[in-house]
C-alpha cells in the first residue's frame, strides 16, 4: 500500500470508476465510463426496498464519441441503478454534448446544458476524466500519425502544446518539458542548475 498504515476501520461505501478508449474503425473515437456505488451494509430504500451489501446504488454508463480535435459527435448515457425511480430520466439529457468541443472551458459548457435540474449529478462527475480520457486517447493517435503534432515526445512542434502549465511535471521550468520539448523550457540552464547543487 503506497498510503501510510491507516487507523482500524471498517469499509462503508465503495466508488468504481472505469474509463476506457476505443479508437473506432470509421476514424472516430469513443470514451466509455461507467460509475457504481455500493454499500458494505444493507440499508432500506423508499423506491427500491432493500438494497443489501455489494448491490449497486448507483450503476450508471456513459459513452462519448469524439473526433480528432476533440469534437462531440455523439453522448449517450444510461443510469441501469439508481436511488430514485426518476433519476433514469436524467440520462437521455446527455445527448445534449453533442457539438462541444474537449477543451479550457468544456466543464462549464457542459453545465450549461445539462447542469442542475435537467442532469445527474453522479454522471456530470464523469465528464472531467472523460475528458482526460479523451485526450490520453486521441492524442497518441495523433501523434503515431504525424510526428509533428503537439502530442509527439520529440518535441519538434512549432505550436506550443497546450498541456503545458497544467501540472508539476508539465511545468515550463520541469525537466520533462526540457528533454520533451526545450523550445518552451523556461527553467535555469544547465550550468545554471549544476551551480544549484549543493557541495557533498
Same mark, same amino acid.
Given at each position: 500500500?503506497?498510503?501510510?498504515?491507516?487507523?482500524?476501520?471498517?469499509?462503508?461505501?465503495?466508488?468504481?470508476?472505469? =474509463?476506457? %478508449?476505443?479508437?473506432?474503425?470509421?476514424? *472516430?473515437?469513443?470514451?466509455?465510463? /461507467?460509475?457504481?456505488? &455500493?454499500?458494505?451494509?444493507?440499508?432500506?430504500?423508499?423506491?427500491?426496498?432493500?438494497?443489501?451489501?455489494?448491490?449497486?446504488?448507483?450503476?450508471?454508463?456513459?459513452?462519448?464519441?469524439?473526433?480528432?480535435?476533440?469534437?462531440?459527435?455523439?453522448?449517450?448515457?444510461?443510469?441501469?441503478?439508481?436511488?430514485?425511480?426518476?433519476?433514469?430520466?436524467?440520462?437521455?439529457?446527455?445527448?445534449?454534448?453533442?457539438?462541444?468541443?474537449?477543451?479550457?472551458?468544456?466543464?462549464?459548457?457542459?453545465?450549461?446544458? =445539462?447542469? %442542475?435540474?435537467?442532469?445527474?449529478?453522479? *454522471?456530470?462527475?464523469?465528464?472531467? /476524466?472523460?475528458?482526460? &480520457?479523451?485526450?490520453?486517447?486521441?492524442?497518441?493517435?495523433?501523434?503515431?500519425?504525424?510526428?509533428?503534432?503537439?502530442?509527439?515526445?520529440?518535441?519538434?512542434?512549432?505550436?506550443?502544446?497546450?498541456?503545458?502549465?497544467?501540472?508539476?511535471?508539465?511545468?515550463?521550468?520541469?525537466?520533462?518539458?526540457?528533454?520533451?520539448?526545450?523550445?518552451?523550457?523556461?527553467?535555469?540552464?544547465?550550468?545554471?542548475?549544476?551551480?544549484?547543487?549543493?557541495?557533498?
Amino acid at each position: 500500500m503506497p498510503l501510510s498504515q491507516p487507523t482500524p476501520r471498517k469499509e462503508a461505501h465503495t466508488r468504481a470508476i472505469t =474509463i476506457r %478508449g476505443f479508437e473506432r474503425e470509421d476514424g *472516430l473515437y469513443d470514451i466509455e465510463a /461507467q460509475l457504481t456505488d &455500493t454499500k458494505s451494509y444493507s440499508f432500506t430504500n423508499e423506491d427500491r426496498g432493500e438494497i443489501t451489501p455489494g448491490m449497486p446504488l448507483h450503476g450508471m454508463w456513459m459513452r462519448m464519441t469524439v473526433d480528432e480535435r476533440l469534437n462531440i459527435v455523439e453522448c449517450e448515457a444510461a443510469t441501469d441503478y439508481s436511488p430514485y425511480a426518476i433519476c433514469p430520466n436524467a440520462a437521455p439529457n446527455f445527448s445534449r454534448l453533442a457539438g462541444l468541443r474537449i477543451r479550457s472551458g468544456f466543464l462549464r459548457e457542459a453545465n450549461a446544458r =445539462i447542469g %442542475g435540474t435537467i442532469g445527474c449529478t453522479h *454522471l456530470r462527475e464523469l465528464l472531467q /476524466q472523460m475528458a482526460t &480520457t479523451a485526450f490520453q486517447t486521441v492524442q497518441p493517435a495523433r501523434a503515431r500519425r504525424n510526428p509533428n503534432s503537439e502530442g509527439h515526445i520529440d518535441g519538434k512542434s512549432t505550436e506550443k502544446p497546450s498541456i503545458l502549465n497544467t501540472c508539476l511535471a508539465y511545468g515550463t521550468d520541469s525537466p520533462v518539458v526540457r528533454t520533451r520539448w526545450p523550445q518552451f523550457y523556461t527553467g535555469p540552464a544547465d550550468a545554471d542548475v549544476a551551480a544549484a547543487e549543493p557541495v557533498s
